[in-house]
């Protein structure tokens, strides 16, 4: 539909010069002493998160933009130059700061923004872009990837009750589908870190000034392909090193239209 087209388009433009002069990393500040570790409940859910226990958002972009190298629709995004070992997990709780990063995590999932995401990985260059709108539990995340003859879409929206997945080739028209409810469910930035990926598991917490913004960051030590995010104190991400691809926060924008959570096409 237009006014969703349009909304997505507006955001995902390139920063000016004097953002991107802002969106740098500045010196890191220490992390703050490690407090005791509190028990995680087994199987329990990850804090707050409106998604656990009922229905959460089937993007798997991360997945899309994989899929996309496999069959040809987009060059490789280039793999973790230096792959580490997953190690044991040690223990059944979850450390004070490991309860912080999931904290924050769940006030983003519940929290109204409409933000871009620049995808950075080894190897690669091509420059794959992602535009996230979050409002009243309803999602729209989409992927766009560079082609021959302009930009590839895929995105997948959650209303609230329902998923559609969507995609537009490069000078050609959306097409969507319904996303069976059956499937696993996971979120892609929000979804790279979740209670079970911290239990057991040394998490540090160090304030760090990210794409011109406070932001709390985080790394699990120990895991293999996740690493590292970053937050706002209202739980937005503004970076995400994940797999050895890295997401990078270049726009933000309180304002979310209703109409981006409609689907762009009928949906089959």
């Known amino acids: 539909m237009p006014l969703a087209?349009?909304?997505?388009?507006?955001?995902?433009?390139?920063?000016?010069?004097?953002?991107?002069r802002t969106l740098r990393m500045a010196t890191r500040r220490p992390a703050r002493r490690k407090a005791p570790r509190r028990p995680a409940t087994r199987g329990a859910a990850s804090t707050s998160?409106?998604?656990?226990?009922?229905?959460?958002?089937?993007?798997?972009?991360l997945a899309s933009v994989l899929v996309l190298a496999l069959v040809g629709g987009a060059a490789g995004l280039g793999s973790n130059p230096d792959p580490q070992p997953e190690q044991d997990v040690q223990g059944t709780e979850v450390d004070a700061e490991g309860e912080e990063l999931l904290d924050l995590l769940a006030a983003g999932r519940d929290g109204t923004f409409h933000a871009s995401f620049?995808?950075?990985?080894?190897?690669?260059?091509?420059?794959?872009?992602?535009?996230?709108?979050?409002?009243?539990?309803?999602?729209?995340?989409?992927?766009?990837?560079?082609?021959?003859?302009?930009?590839?879409?895929?995105?997948?929206?959650?209303?609230?009750?329902?998923?559609?997945?969507?995609v537009q080739p490069a000078g050609g028209l959306w097409t969507?589908?319904?996303?069976?409810?059956?499937?696993?469910?996971?979120?892609?930035?929000?979804?790279?870190?979740?209670?079970?990926?911290?239990?057991?598991?040394?998490?540090?917490?160090?304030?760090?000034?990210?794409a011109g913004r406070t932001g709390r960051c985080f790394e699990?030590?120990?895991?293999?392909?996740?690493?590292?995010?970053?937050?706002?104190?209202?739980?937005?991400?503004?970076?995400?090193?994940?797999g050895g691809v890295q997401f990078m926060l270049t726009a933000i924008d309180p304002v979310v239209d209703a109409a981006v959570f409609l689907p762009p096409a009928p949906v089959t």
């Open 176 to 210: 969507c589908a319904a996303v069976d409810q059956a499937q696993p469910r996971t979120d892609t930035i929000f979804g790279a870190f979740d209670r079970a990926t911290v239990i057991g598991r040394d998490v540090t917490a160090t304030d760090e000034d990210v």
């Open 49 to 61: 998160s409106r998604y656990e226990g009922g229905p959460r958002i089937v993007a798997v972009v």
């Open 220 to 242: 699990v030590r120990g895991l293999a392909g996740r690493s590292s995010i970053c937050l706002s104190p209202e739980g937005i991400p503004l970076r995400l090193e994940t």
């Open 118 to 166: 620049d995808l950075v990985t080894p190897g690669s260059a091509i420059d794959y872009r992602m535009v996230v709108h979050r409002s009243e539990g309803r999602v729209r995340e989409e992927l766009v990837v560079p082609a021959a003859s302009g930009e590839e879409r895929r995105l997948t929206i959650f209303d609230g009750d329902t998923s559609a997945s969507c």
């Open 5 to 20: 087209s349009q909304s997505v388009t507006a955001v995902a433009a390139p920063a000016t010069g004097e953002e991107s």
